[in-house]
């Protein structure tokens, strides 16, 4: 029996690990064999992958390298985590996923598209979620709820545009994929 993968996704702040979390939490009590996991992430490559990403003394990683990072992160994840727990029949939470680099690297960082669809093709073609949460509060709110942007972390010290666009983009994916 195939598993399910679910993910989670919002702005930073949003909630999605509470989300996932809680779910975990009913899924055990029920005795549902799931897996928790995250993005960039989930797994040792993808974490020291993660590292370099967030790495808040890397002011001048370009765009492009930032994409590359988050799928080259995400293939690792997929083969380390993801397929492994798919194929013992398990449910996947996945806190981010492809929808986060079509909201981060594209309406964010202002990155084509298709770009994103290329470096990512692996990834859609072979692990499209079976079903997409999206948690939807805007940044500026988001932020307010922990406290501030994380002082170490690059994406978060992006700015309040940066953010804004971000939100942006995660709405018209919205209609995209309803």
Do not use: W
């Amino acid at each position: 029996m195939k598993g399910k993968f679910i993910t989670f996704e919002g702005c930073e702040g949003a909630g999605k690990s509470t989300q996932m979390r809680l779910l975990s939490e009913y899924l055990k009590e029920r005795g549902i064999a799931h897996t928790v996991t995250r993005e960039p992430g989930g797994g040792q490559i993808s974490e020291e992958i993660r590292k370099v990403i967030l790495n808040g003394k890397f002011t001048d990683m370009t765009d492009e390298c930032e994409a590359l990072l988050y799928a080259a992160a995400r293939v690792q994840h997929l083969a380390d985590t993801v397929a492994p727990a798919l194929a013992r029949g398990e449910i996947v939470l996945c806190d981010r996923y492809i929808f986060s680099s079509y909201a981060y690297q594209g309406g964010g960082r202002g990155l084509e598209r298709r770009f994103l669809e290329e470096i990512n093709s692996y990834a859609v073609r072979n692990f499209m979620p079976d079903l997409t949460l999206f948690l939807d509060i805007p940044p500026a709110r988001a932020f307010e709820r922990k406290h501030g942007a994380d002082k170490e972390d690059r994406i978060e010290q992006a700015g309040e545009a940066f953010h804004r666009k971000v939100y942006e983009s995660y709405r018209a994916l919205l209609a995209e994929y309803p």
